[in-house]
């Protein structure tokens, strides 16, 4: 009798464990929706809102003369739209030297930004007149350059900001090609710290949604361990002579 009863406790043991751990499962699941939902939104963003601009060579027929084998591609590629409290609106410039070509192409792009705007980015600083950032590029033949270039705010509302600029080969600017673009902007919060160069959000911050699922995470495994490591309950029979 028991034998009996211990192997009954142990195998109600079992299945409250499978029930836990299927209970803090469903939870980290539940937990971790906002996450992936968030993570969507901004893919969904970064698809809606790409802007490429393939550009085209004009073939010289003078010796010597600098020039593309193969068109470069100069994209610029907006990725988030929405500046808050939590994030930059974000911009990519995105440059590719293919390897067939000999010669360094050369970028100069600038952004003109309404006031209250900032910018920021490798590569990028404000020029003499206001509102106006600019930056110089070299991407050397069989190399890819990708700027990131972070919008922040000071006040909530809609805003434009255009981009404009030339690319060429070597030395050669009178081969140039032109890109340009224009983006809106919506700042539904201020950022924290429109001054700072940094992304708002980088790293050493995490997000609430992150520190709560690691809460629940470690809150789950605790109960698991304490639920393991309990001896089960026994049963004393005792029989009647």
Known sequence: MNERSNNKSKKELRMDIKKLIAICTICLCLALMPVIAQENNTTVNETNTTSSIEPTTVPSDQPGEAKFRVAPTVTLRPVNDVINKSQDGLVELYMNNPSVNDVTLNADVQMSVPSGI????????????????AGTFEVPPGTVRTIHINIKSEKPGDFTIHFTGLYWPDDDKDAFQQISLTHPLTVTEPSPDPLNPNPTGGKGELPYTYIIVGCLAVIAIAFIAMIIRKPPKTEVVIEEE
Do not use: K, L
Request: charged fraction near 5%.
């Open 118 to 133: 900032h910018v920021y980015g490798e590569g990028f600083g404000y020029g003499s007149a206001a509102g106006t950032v």
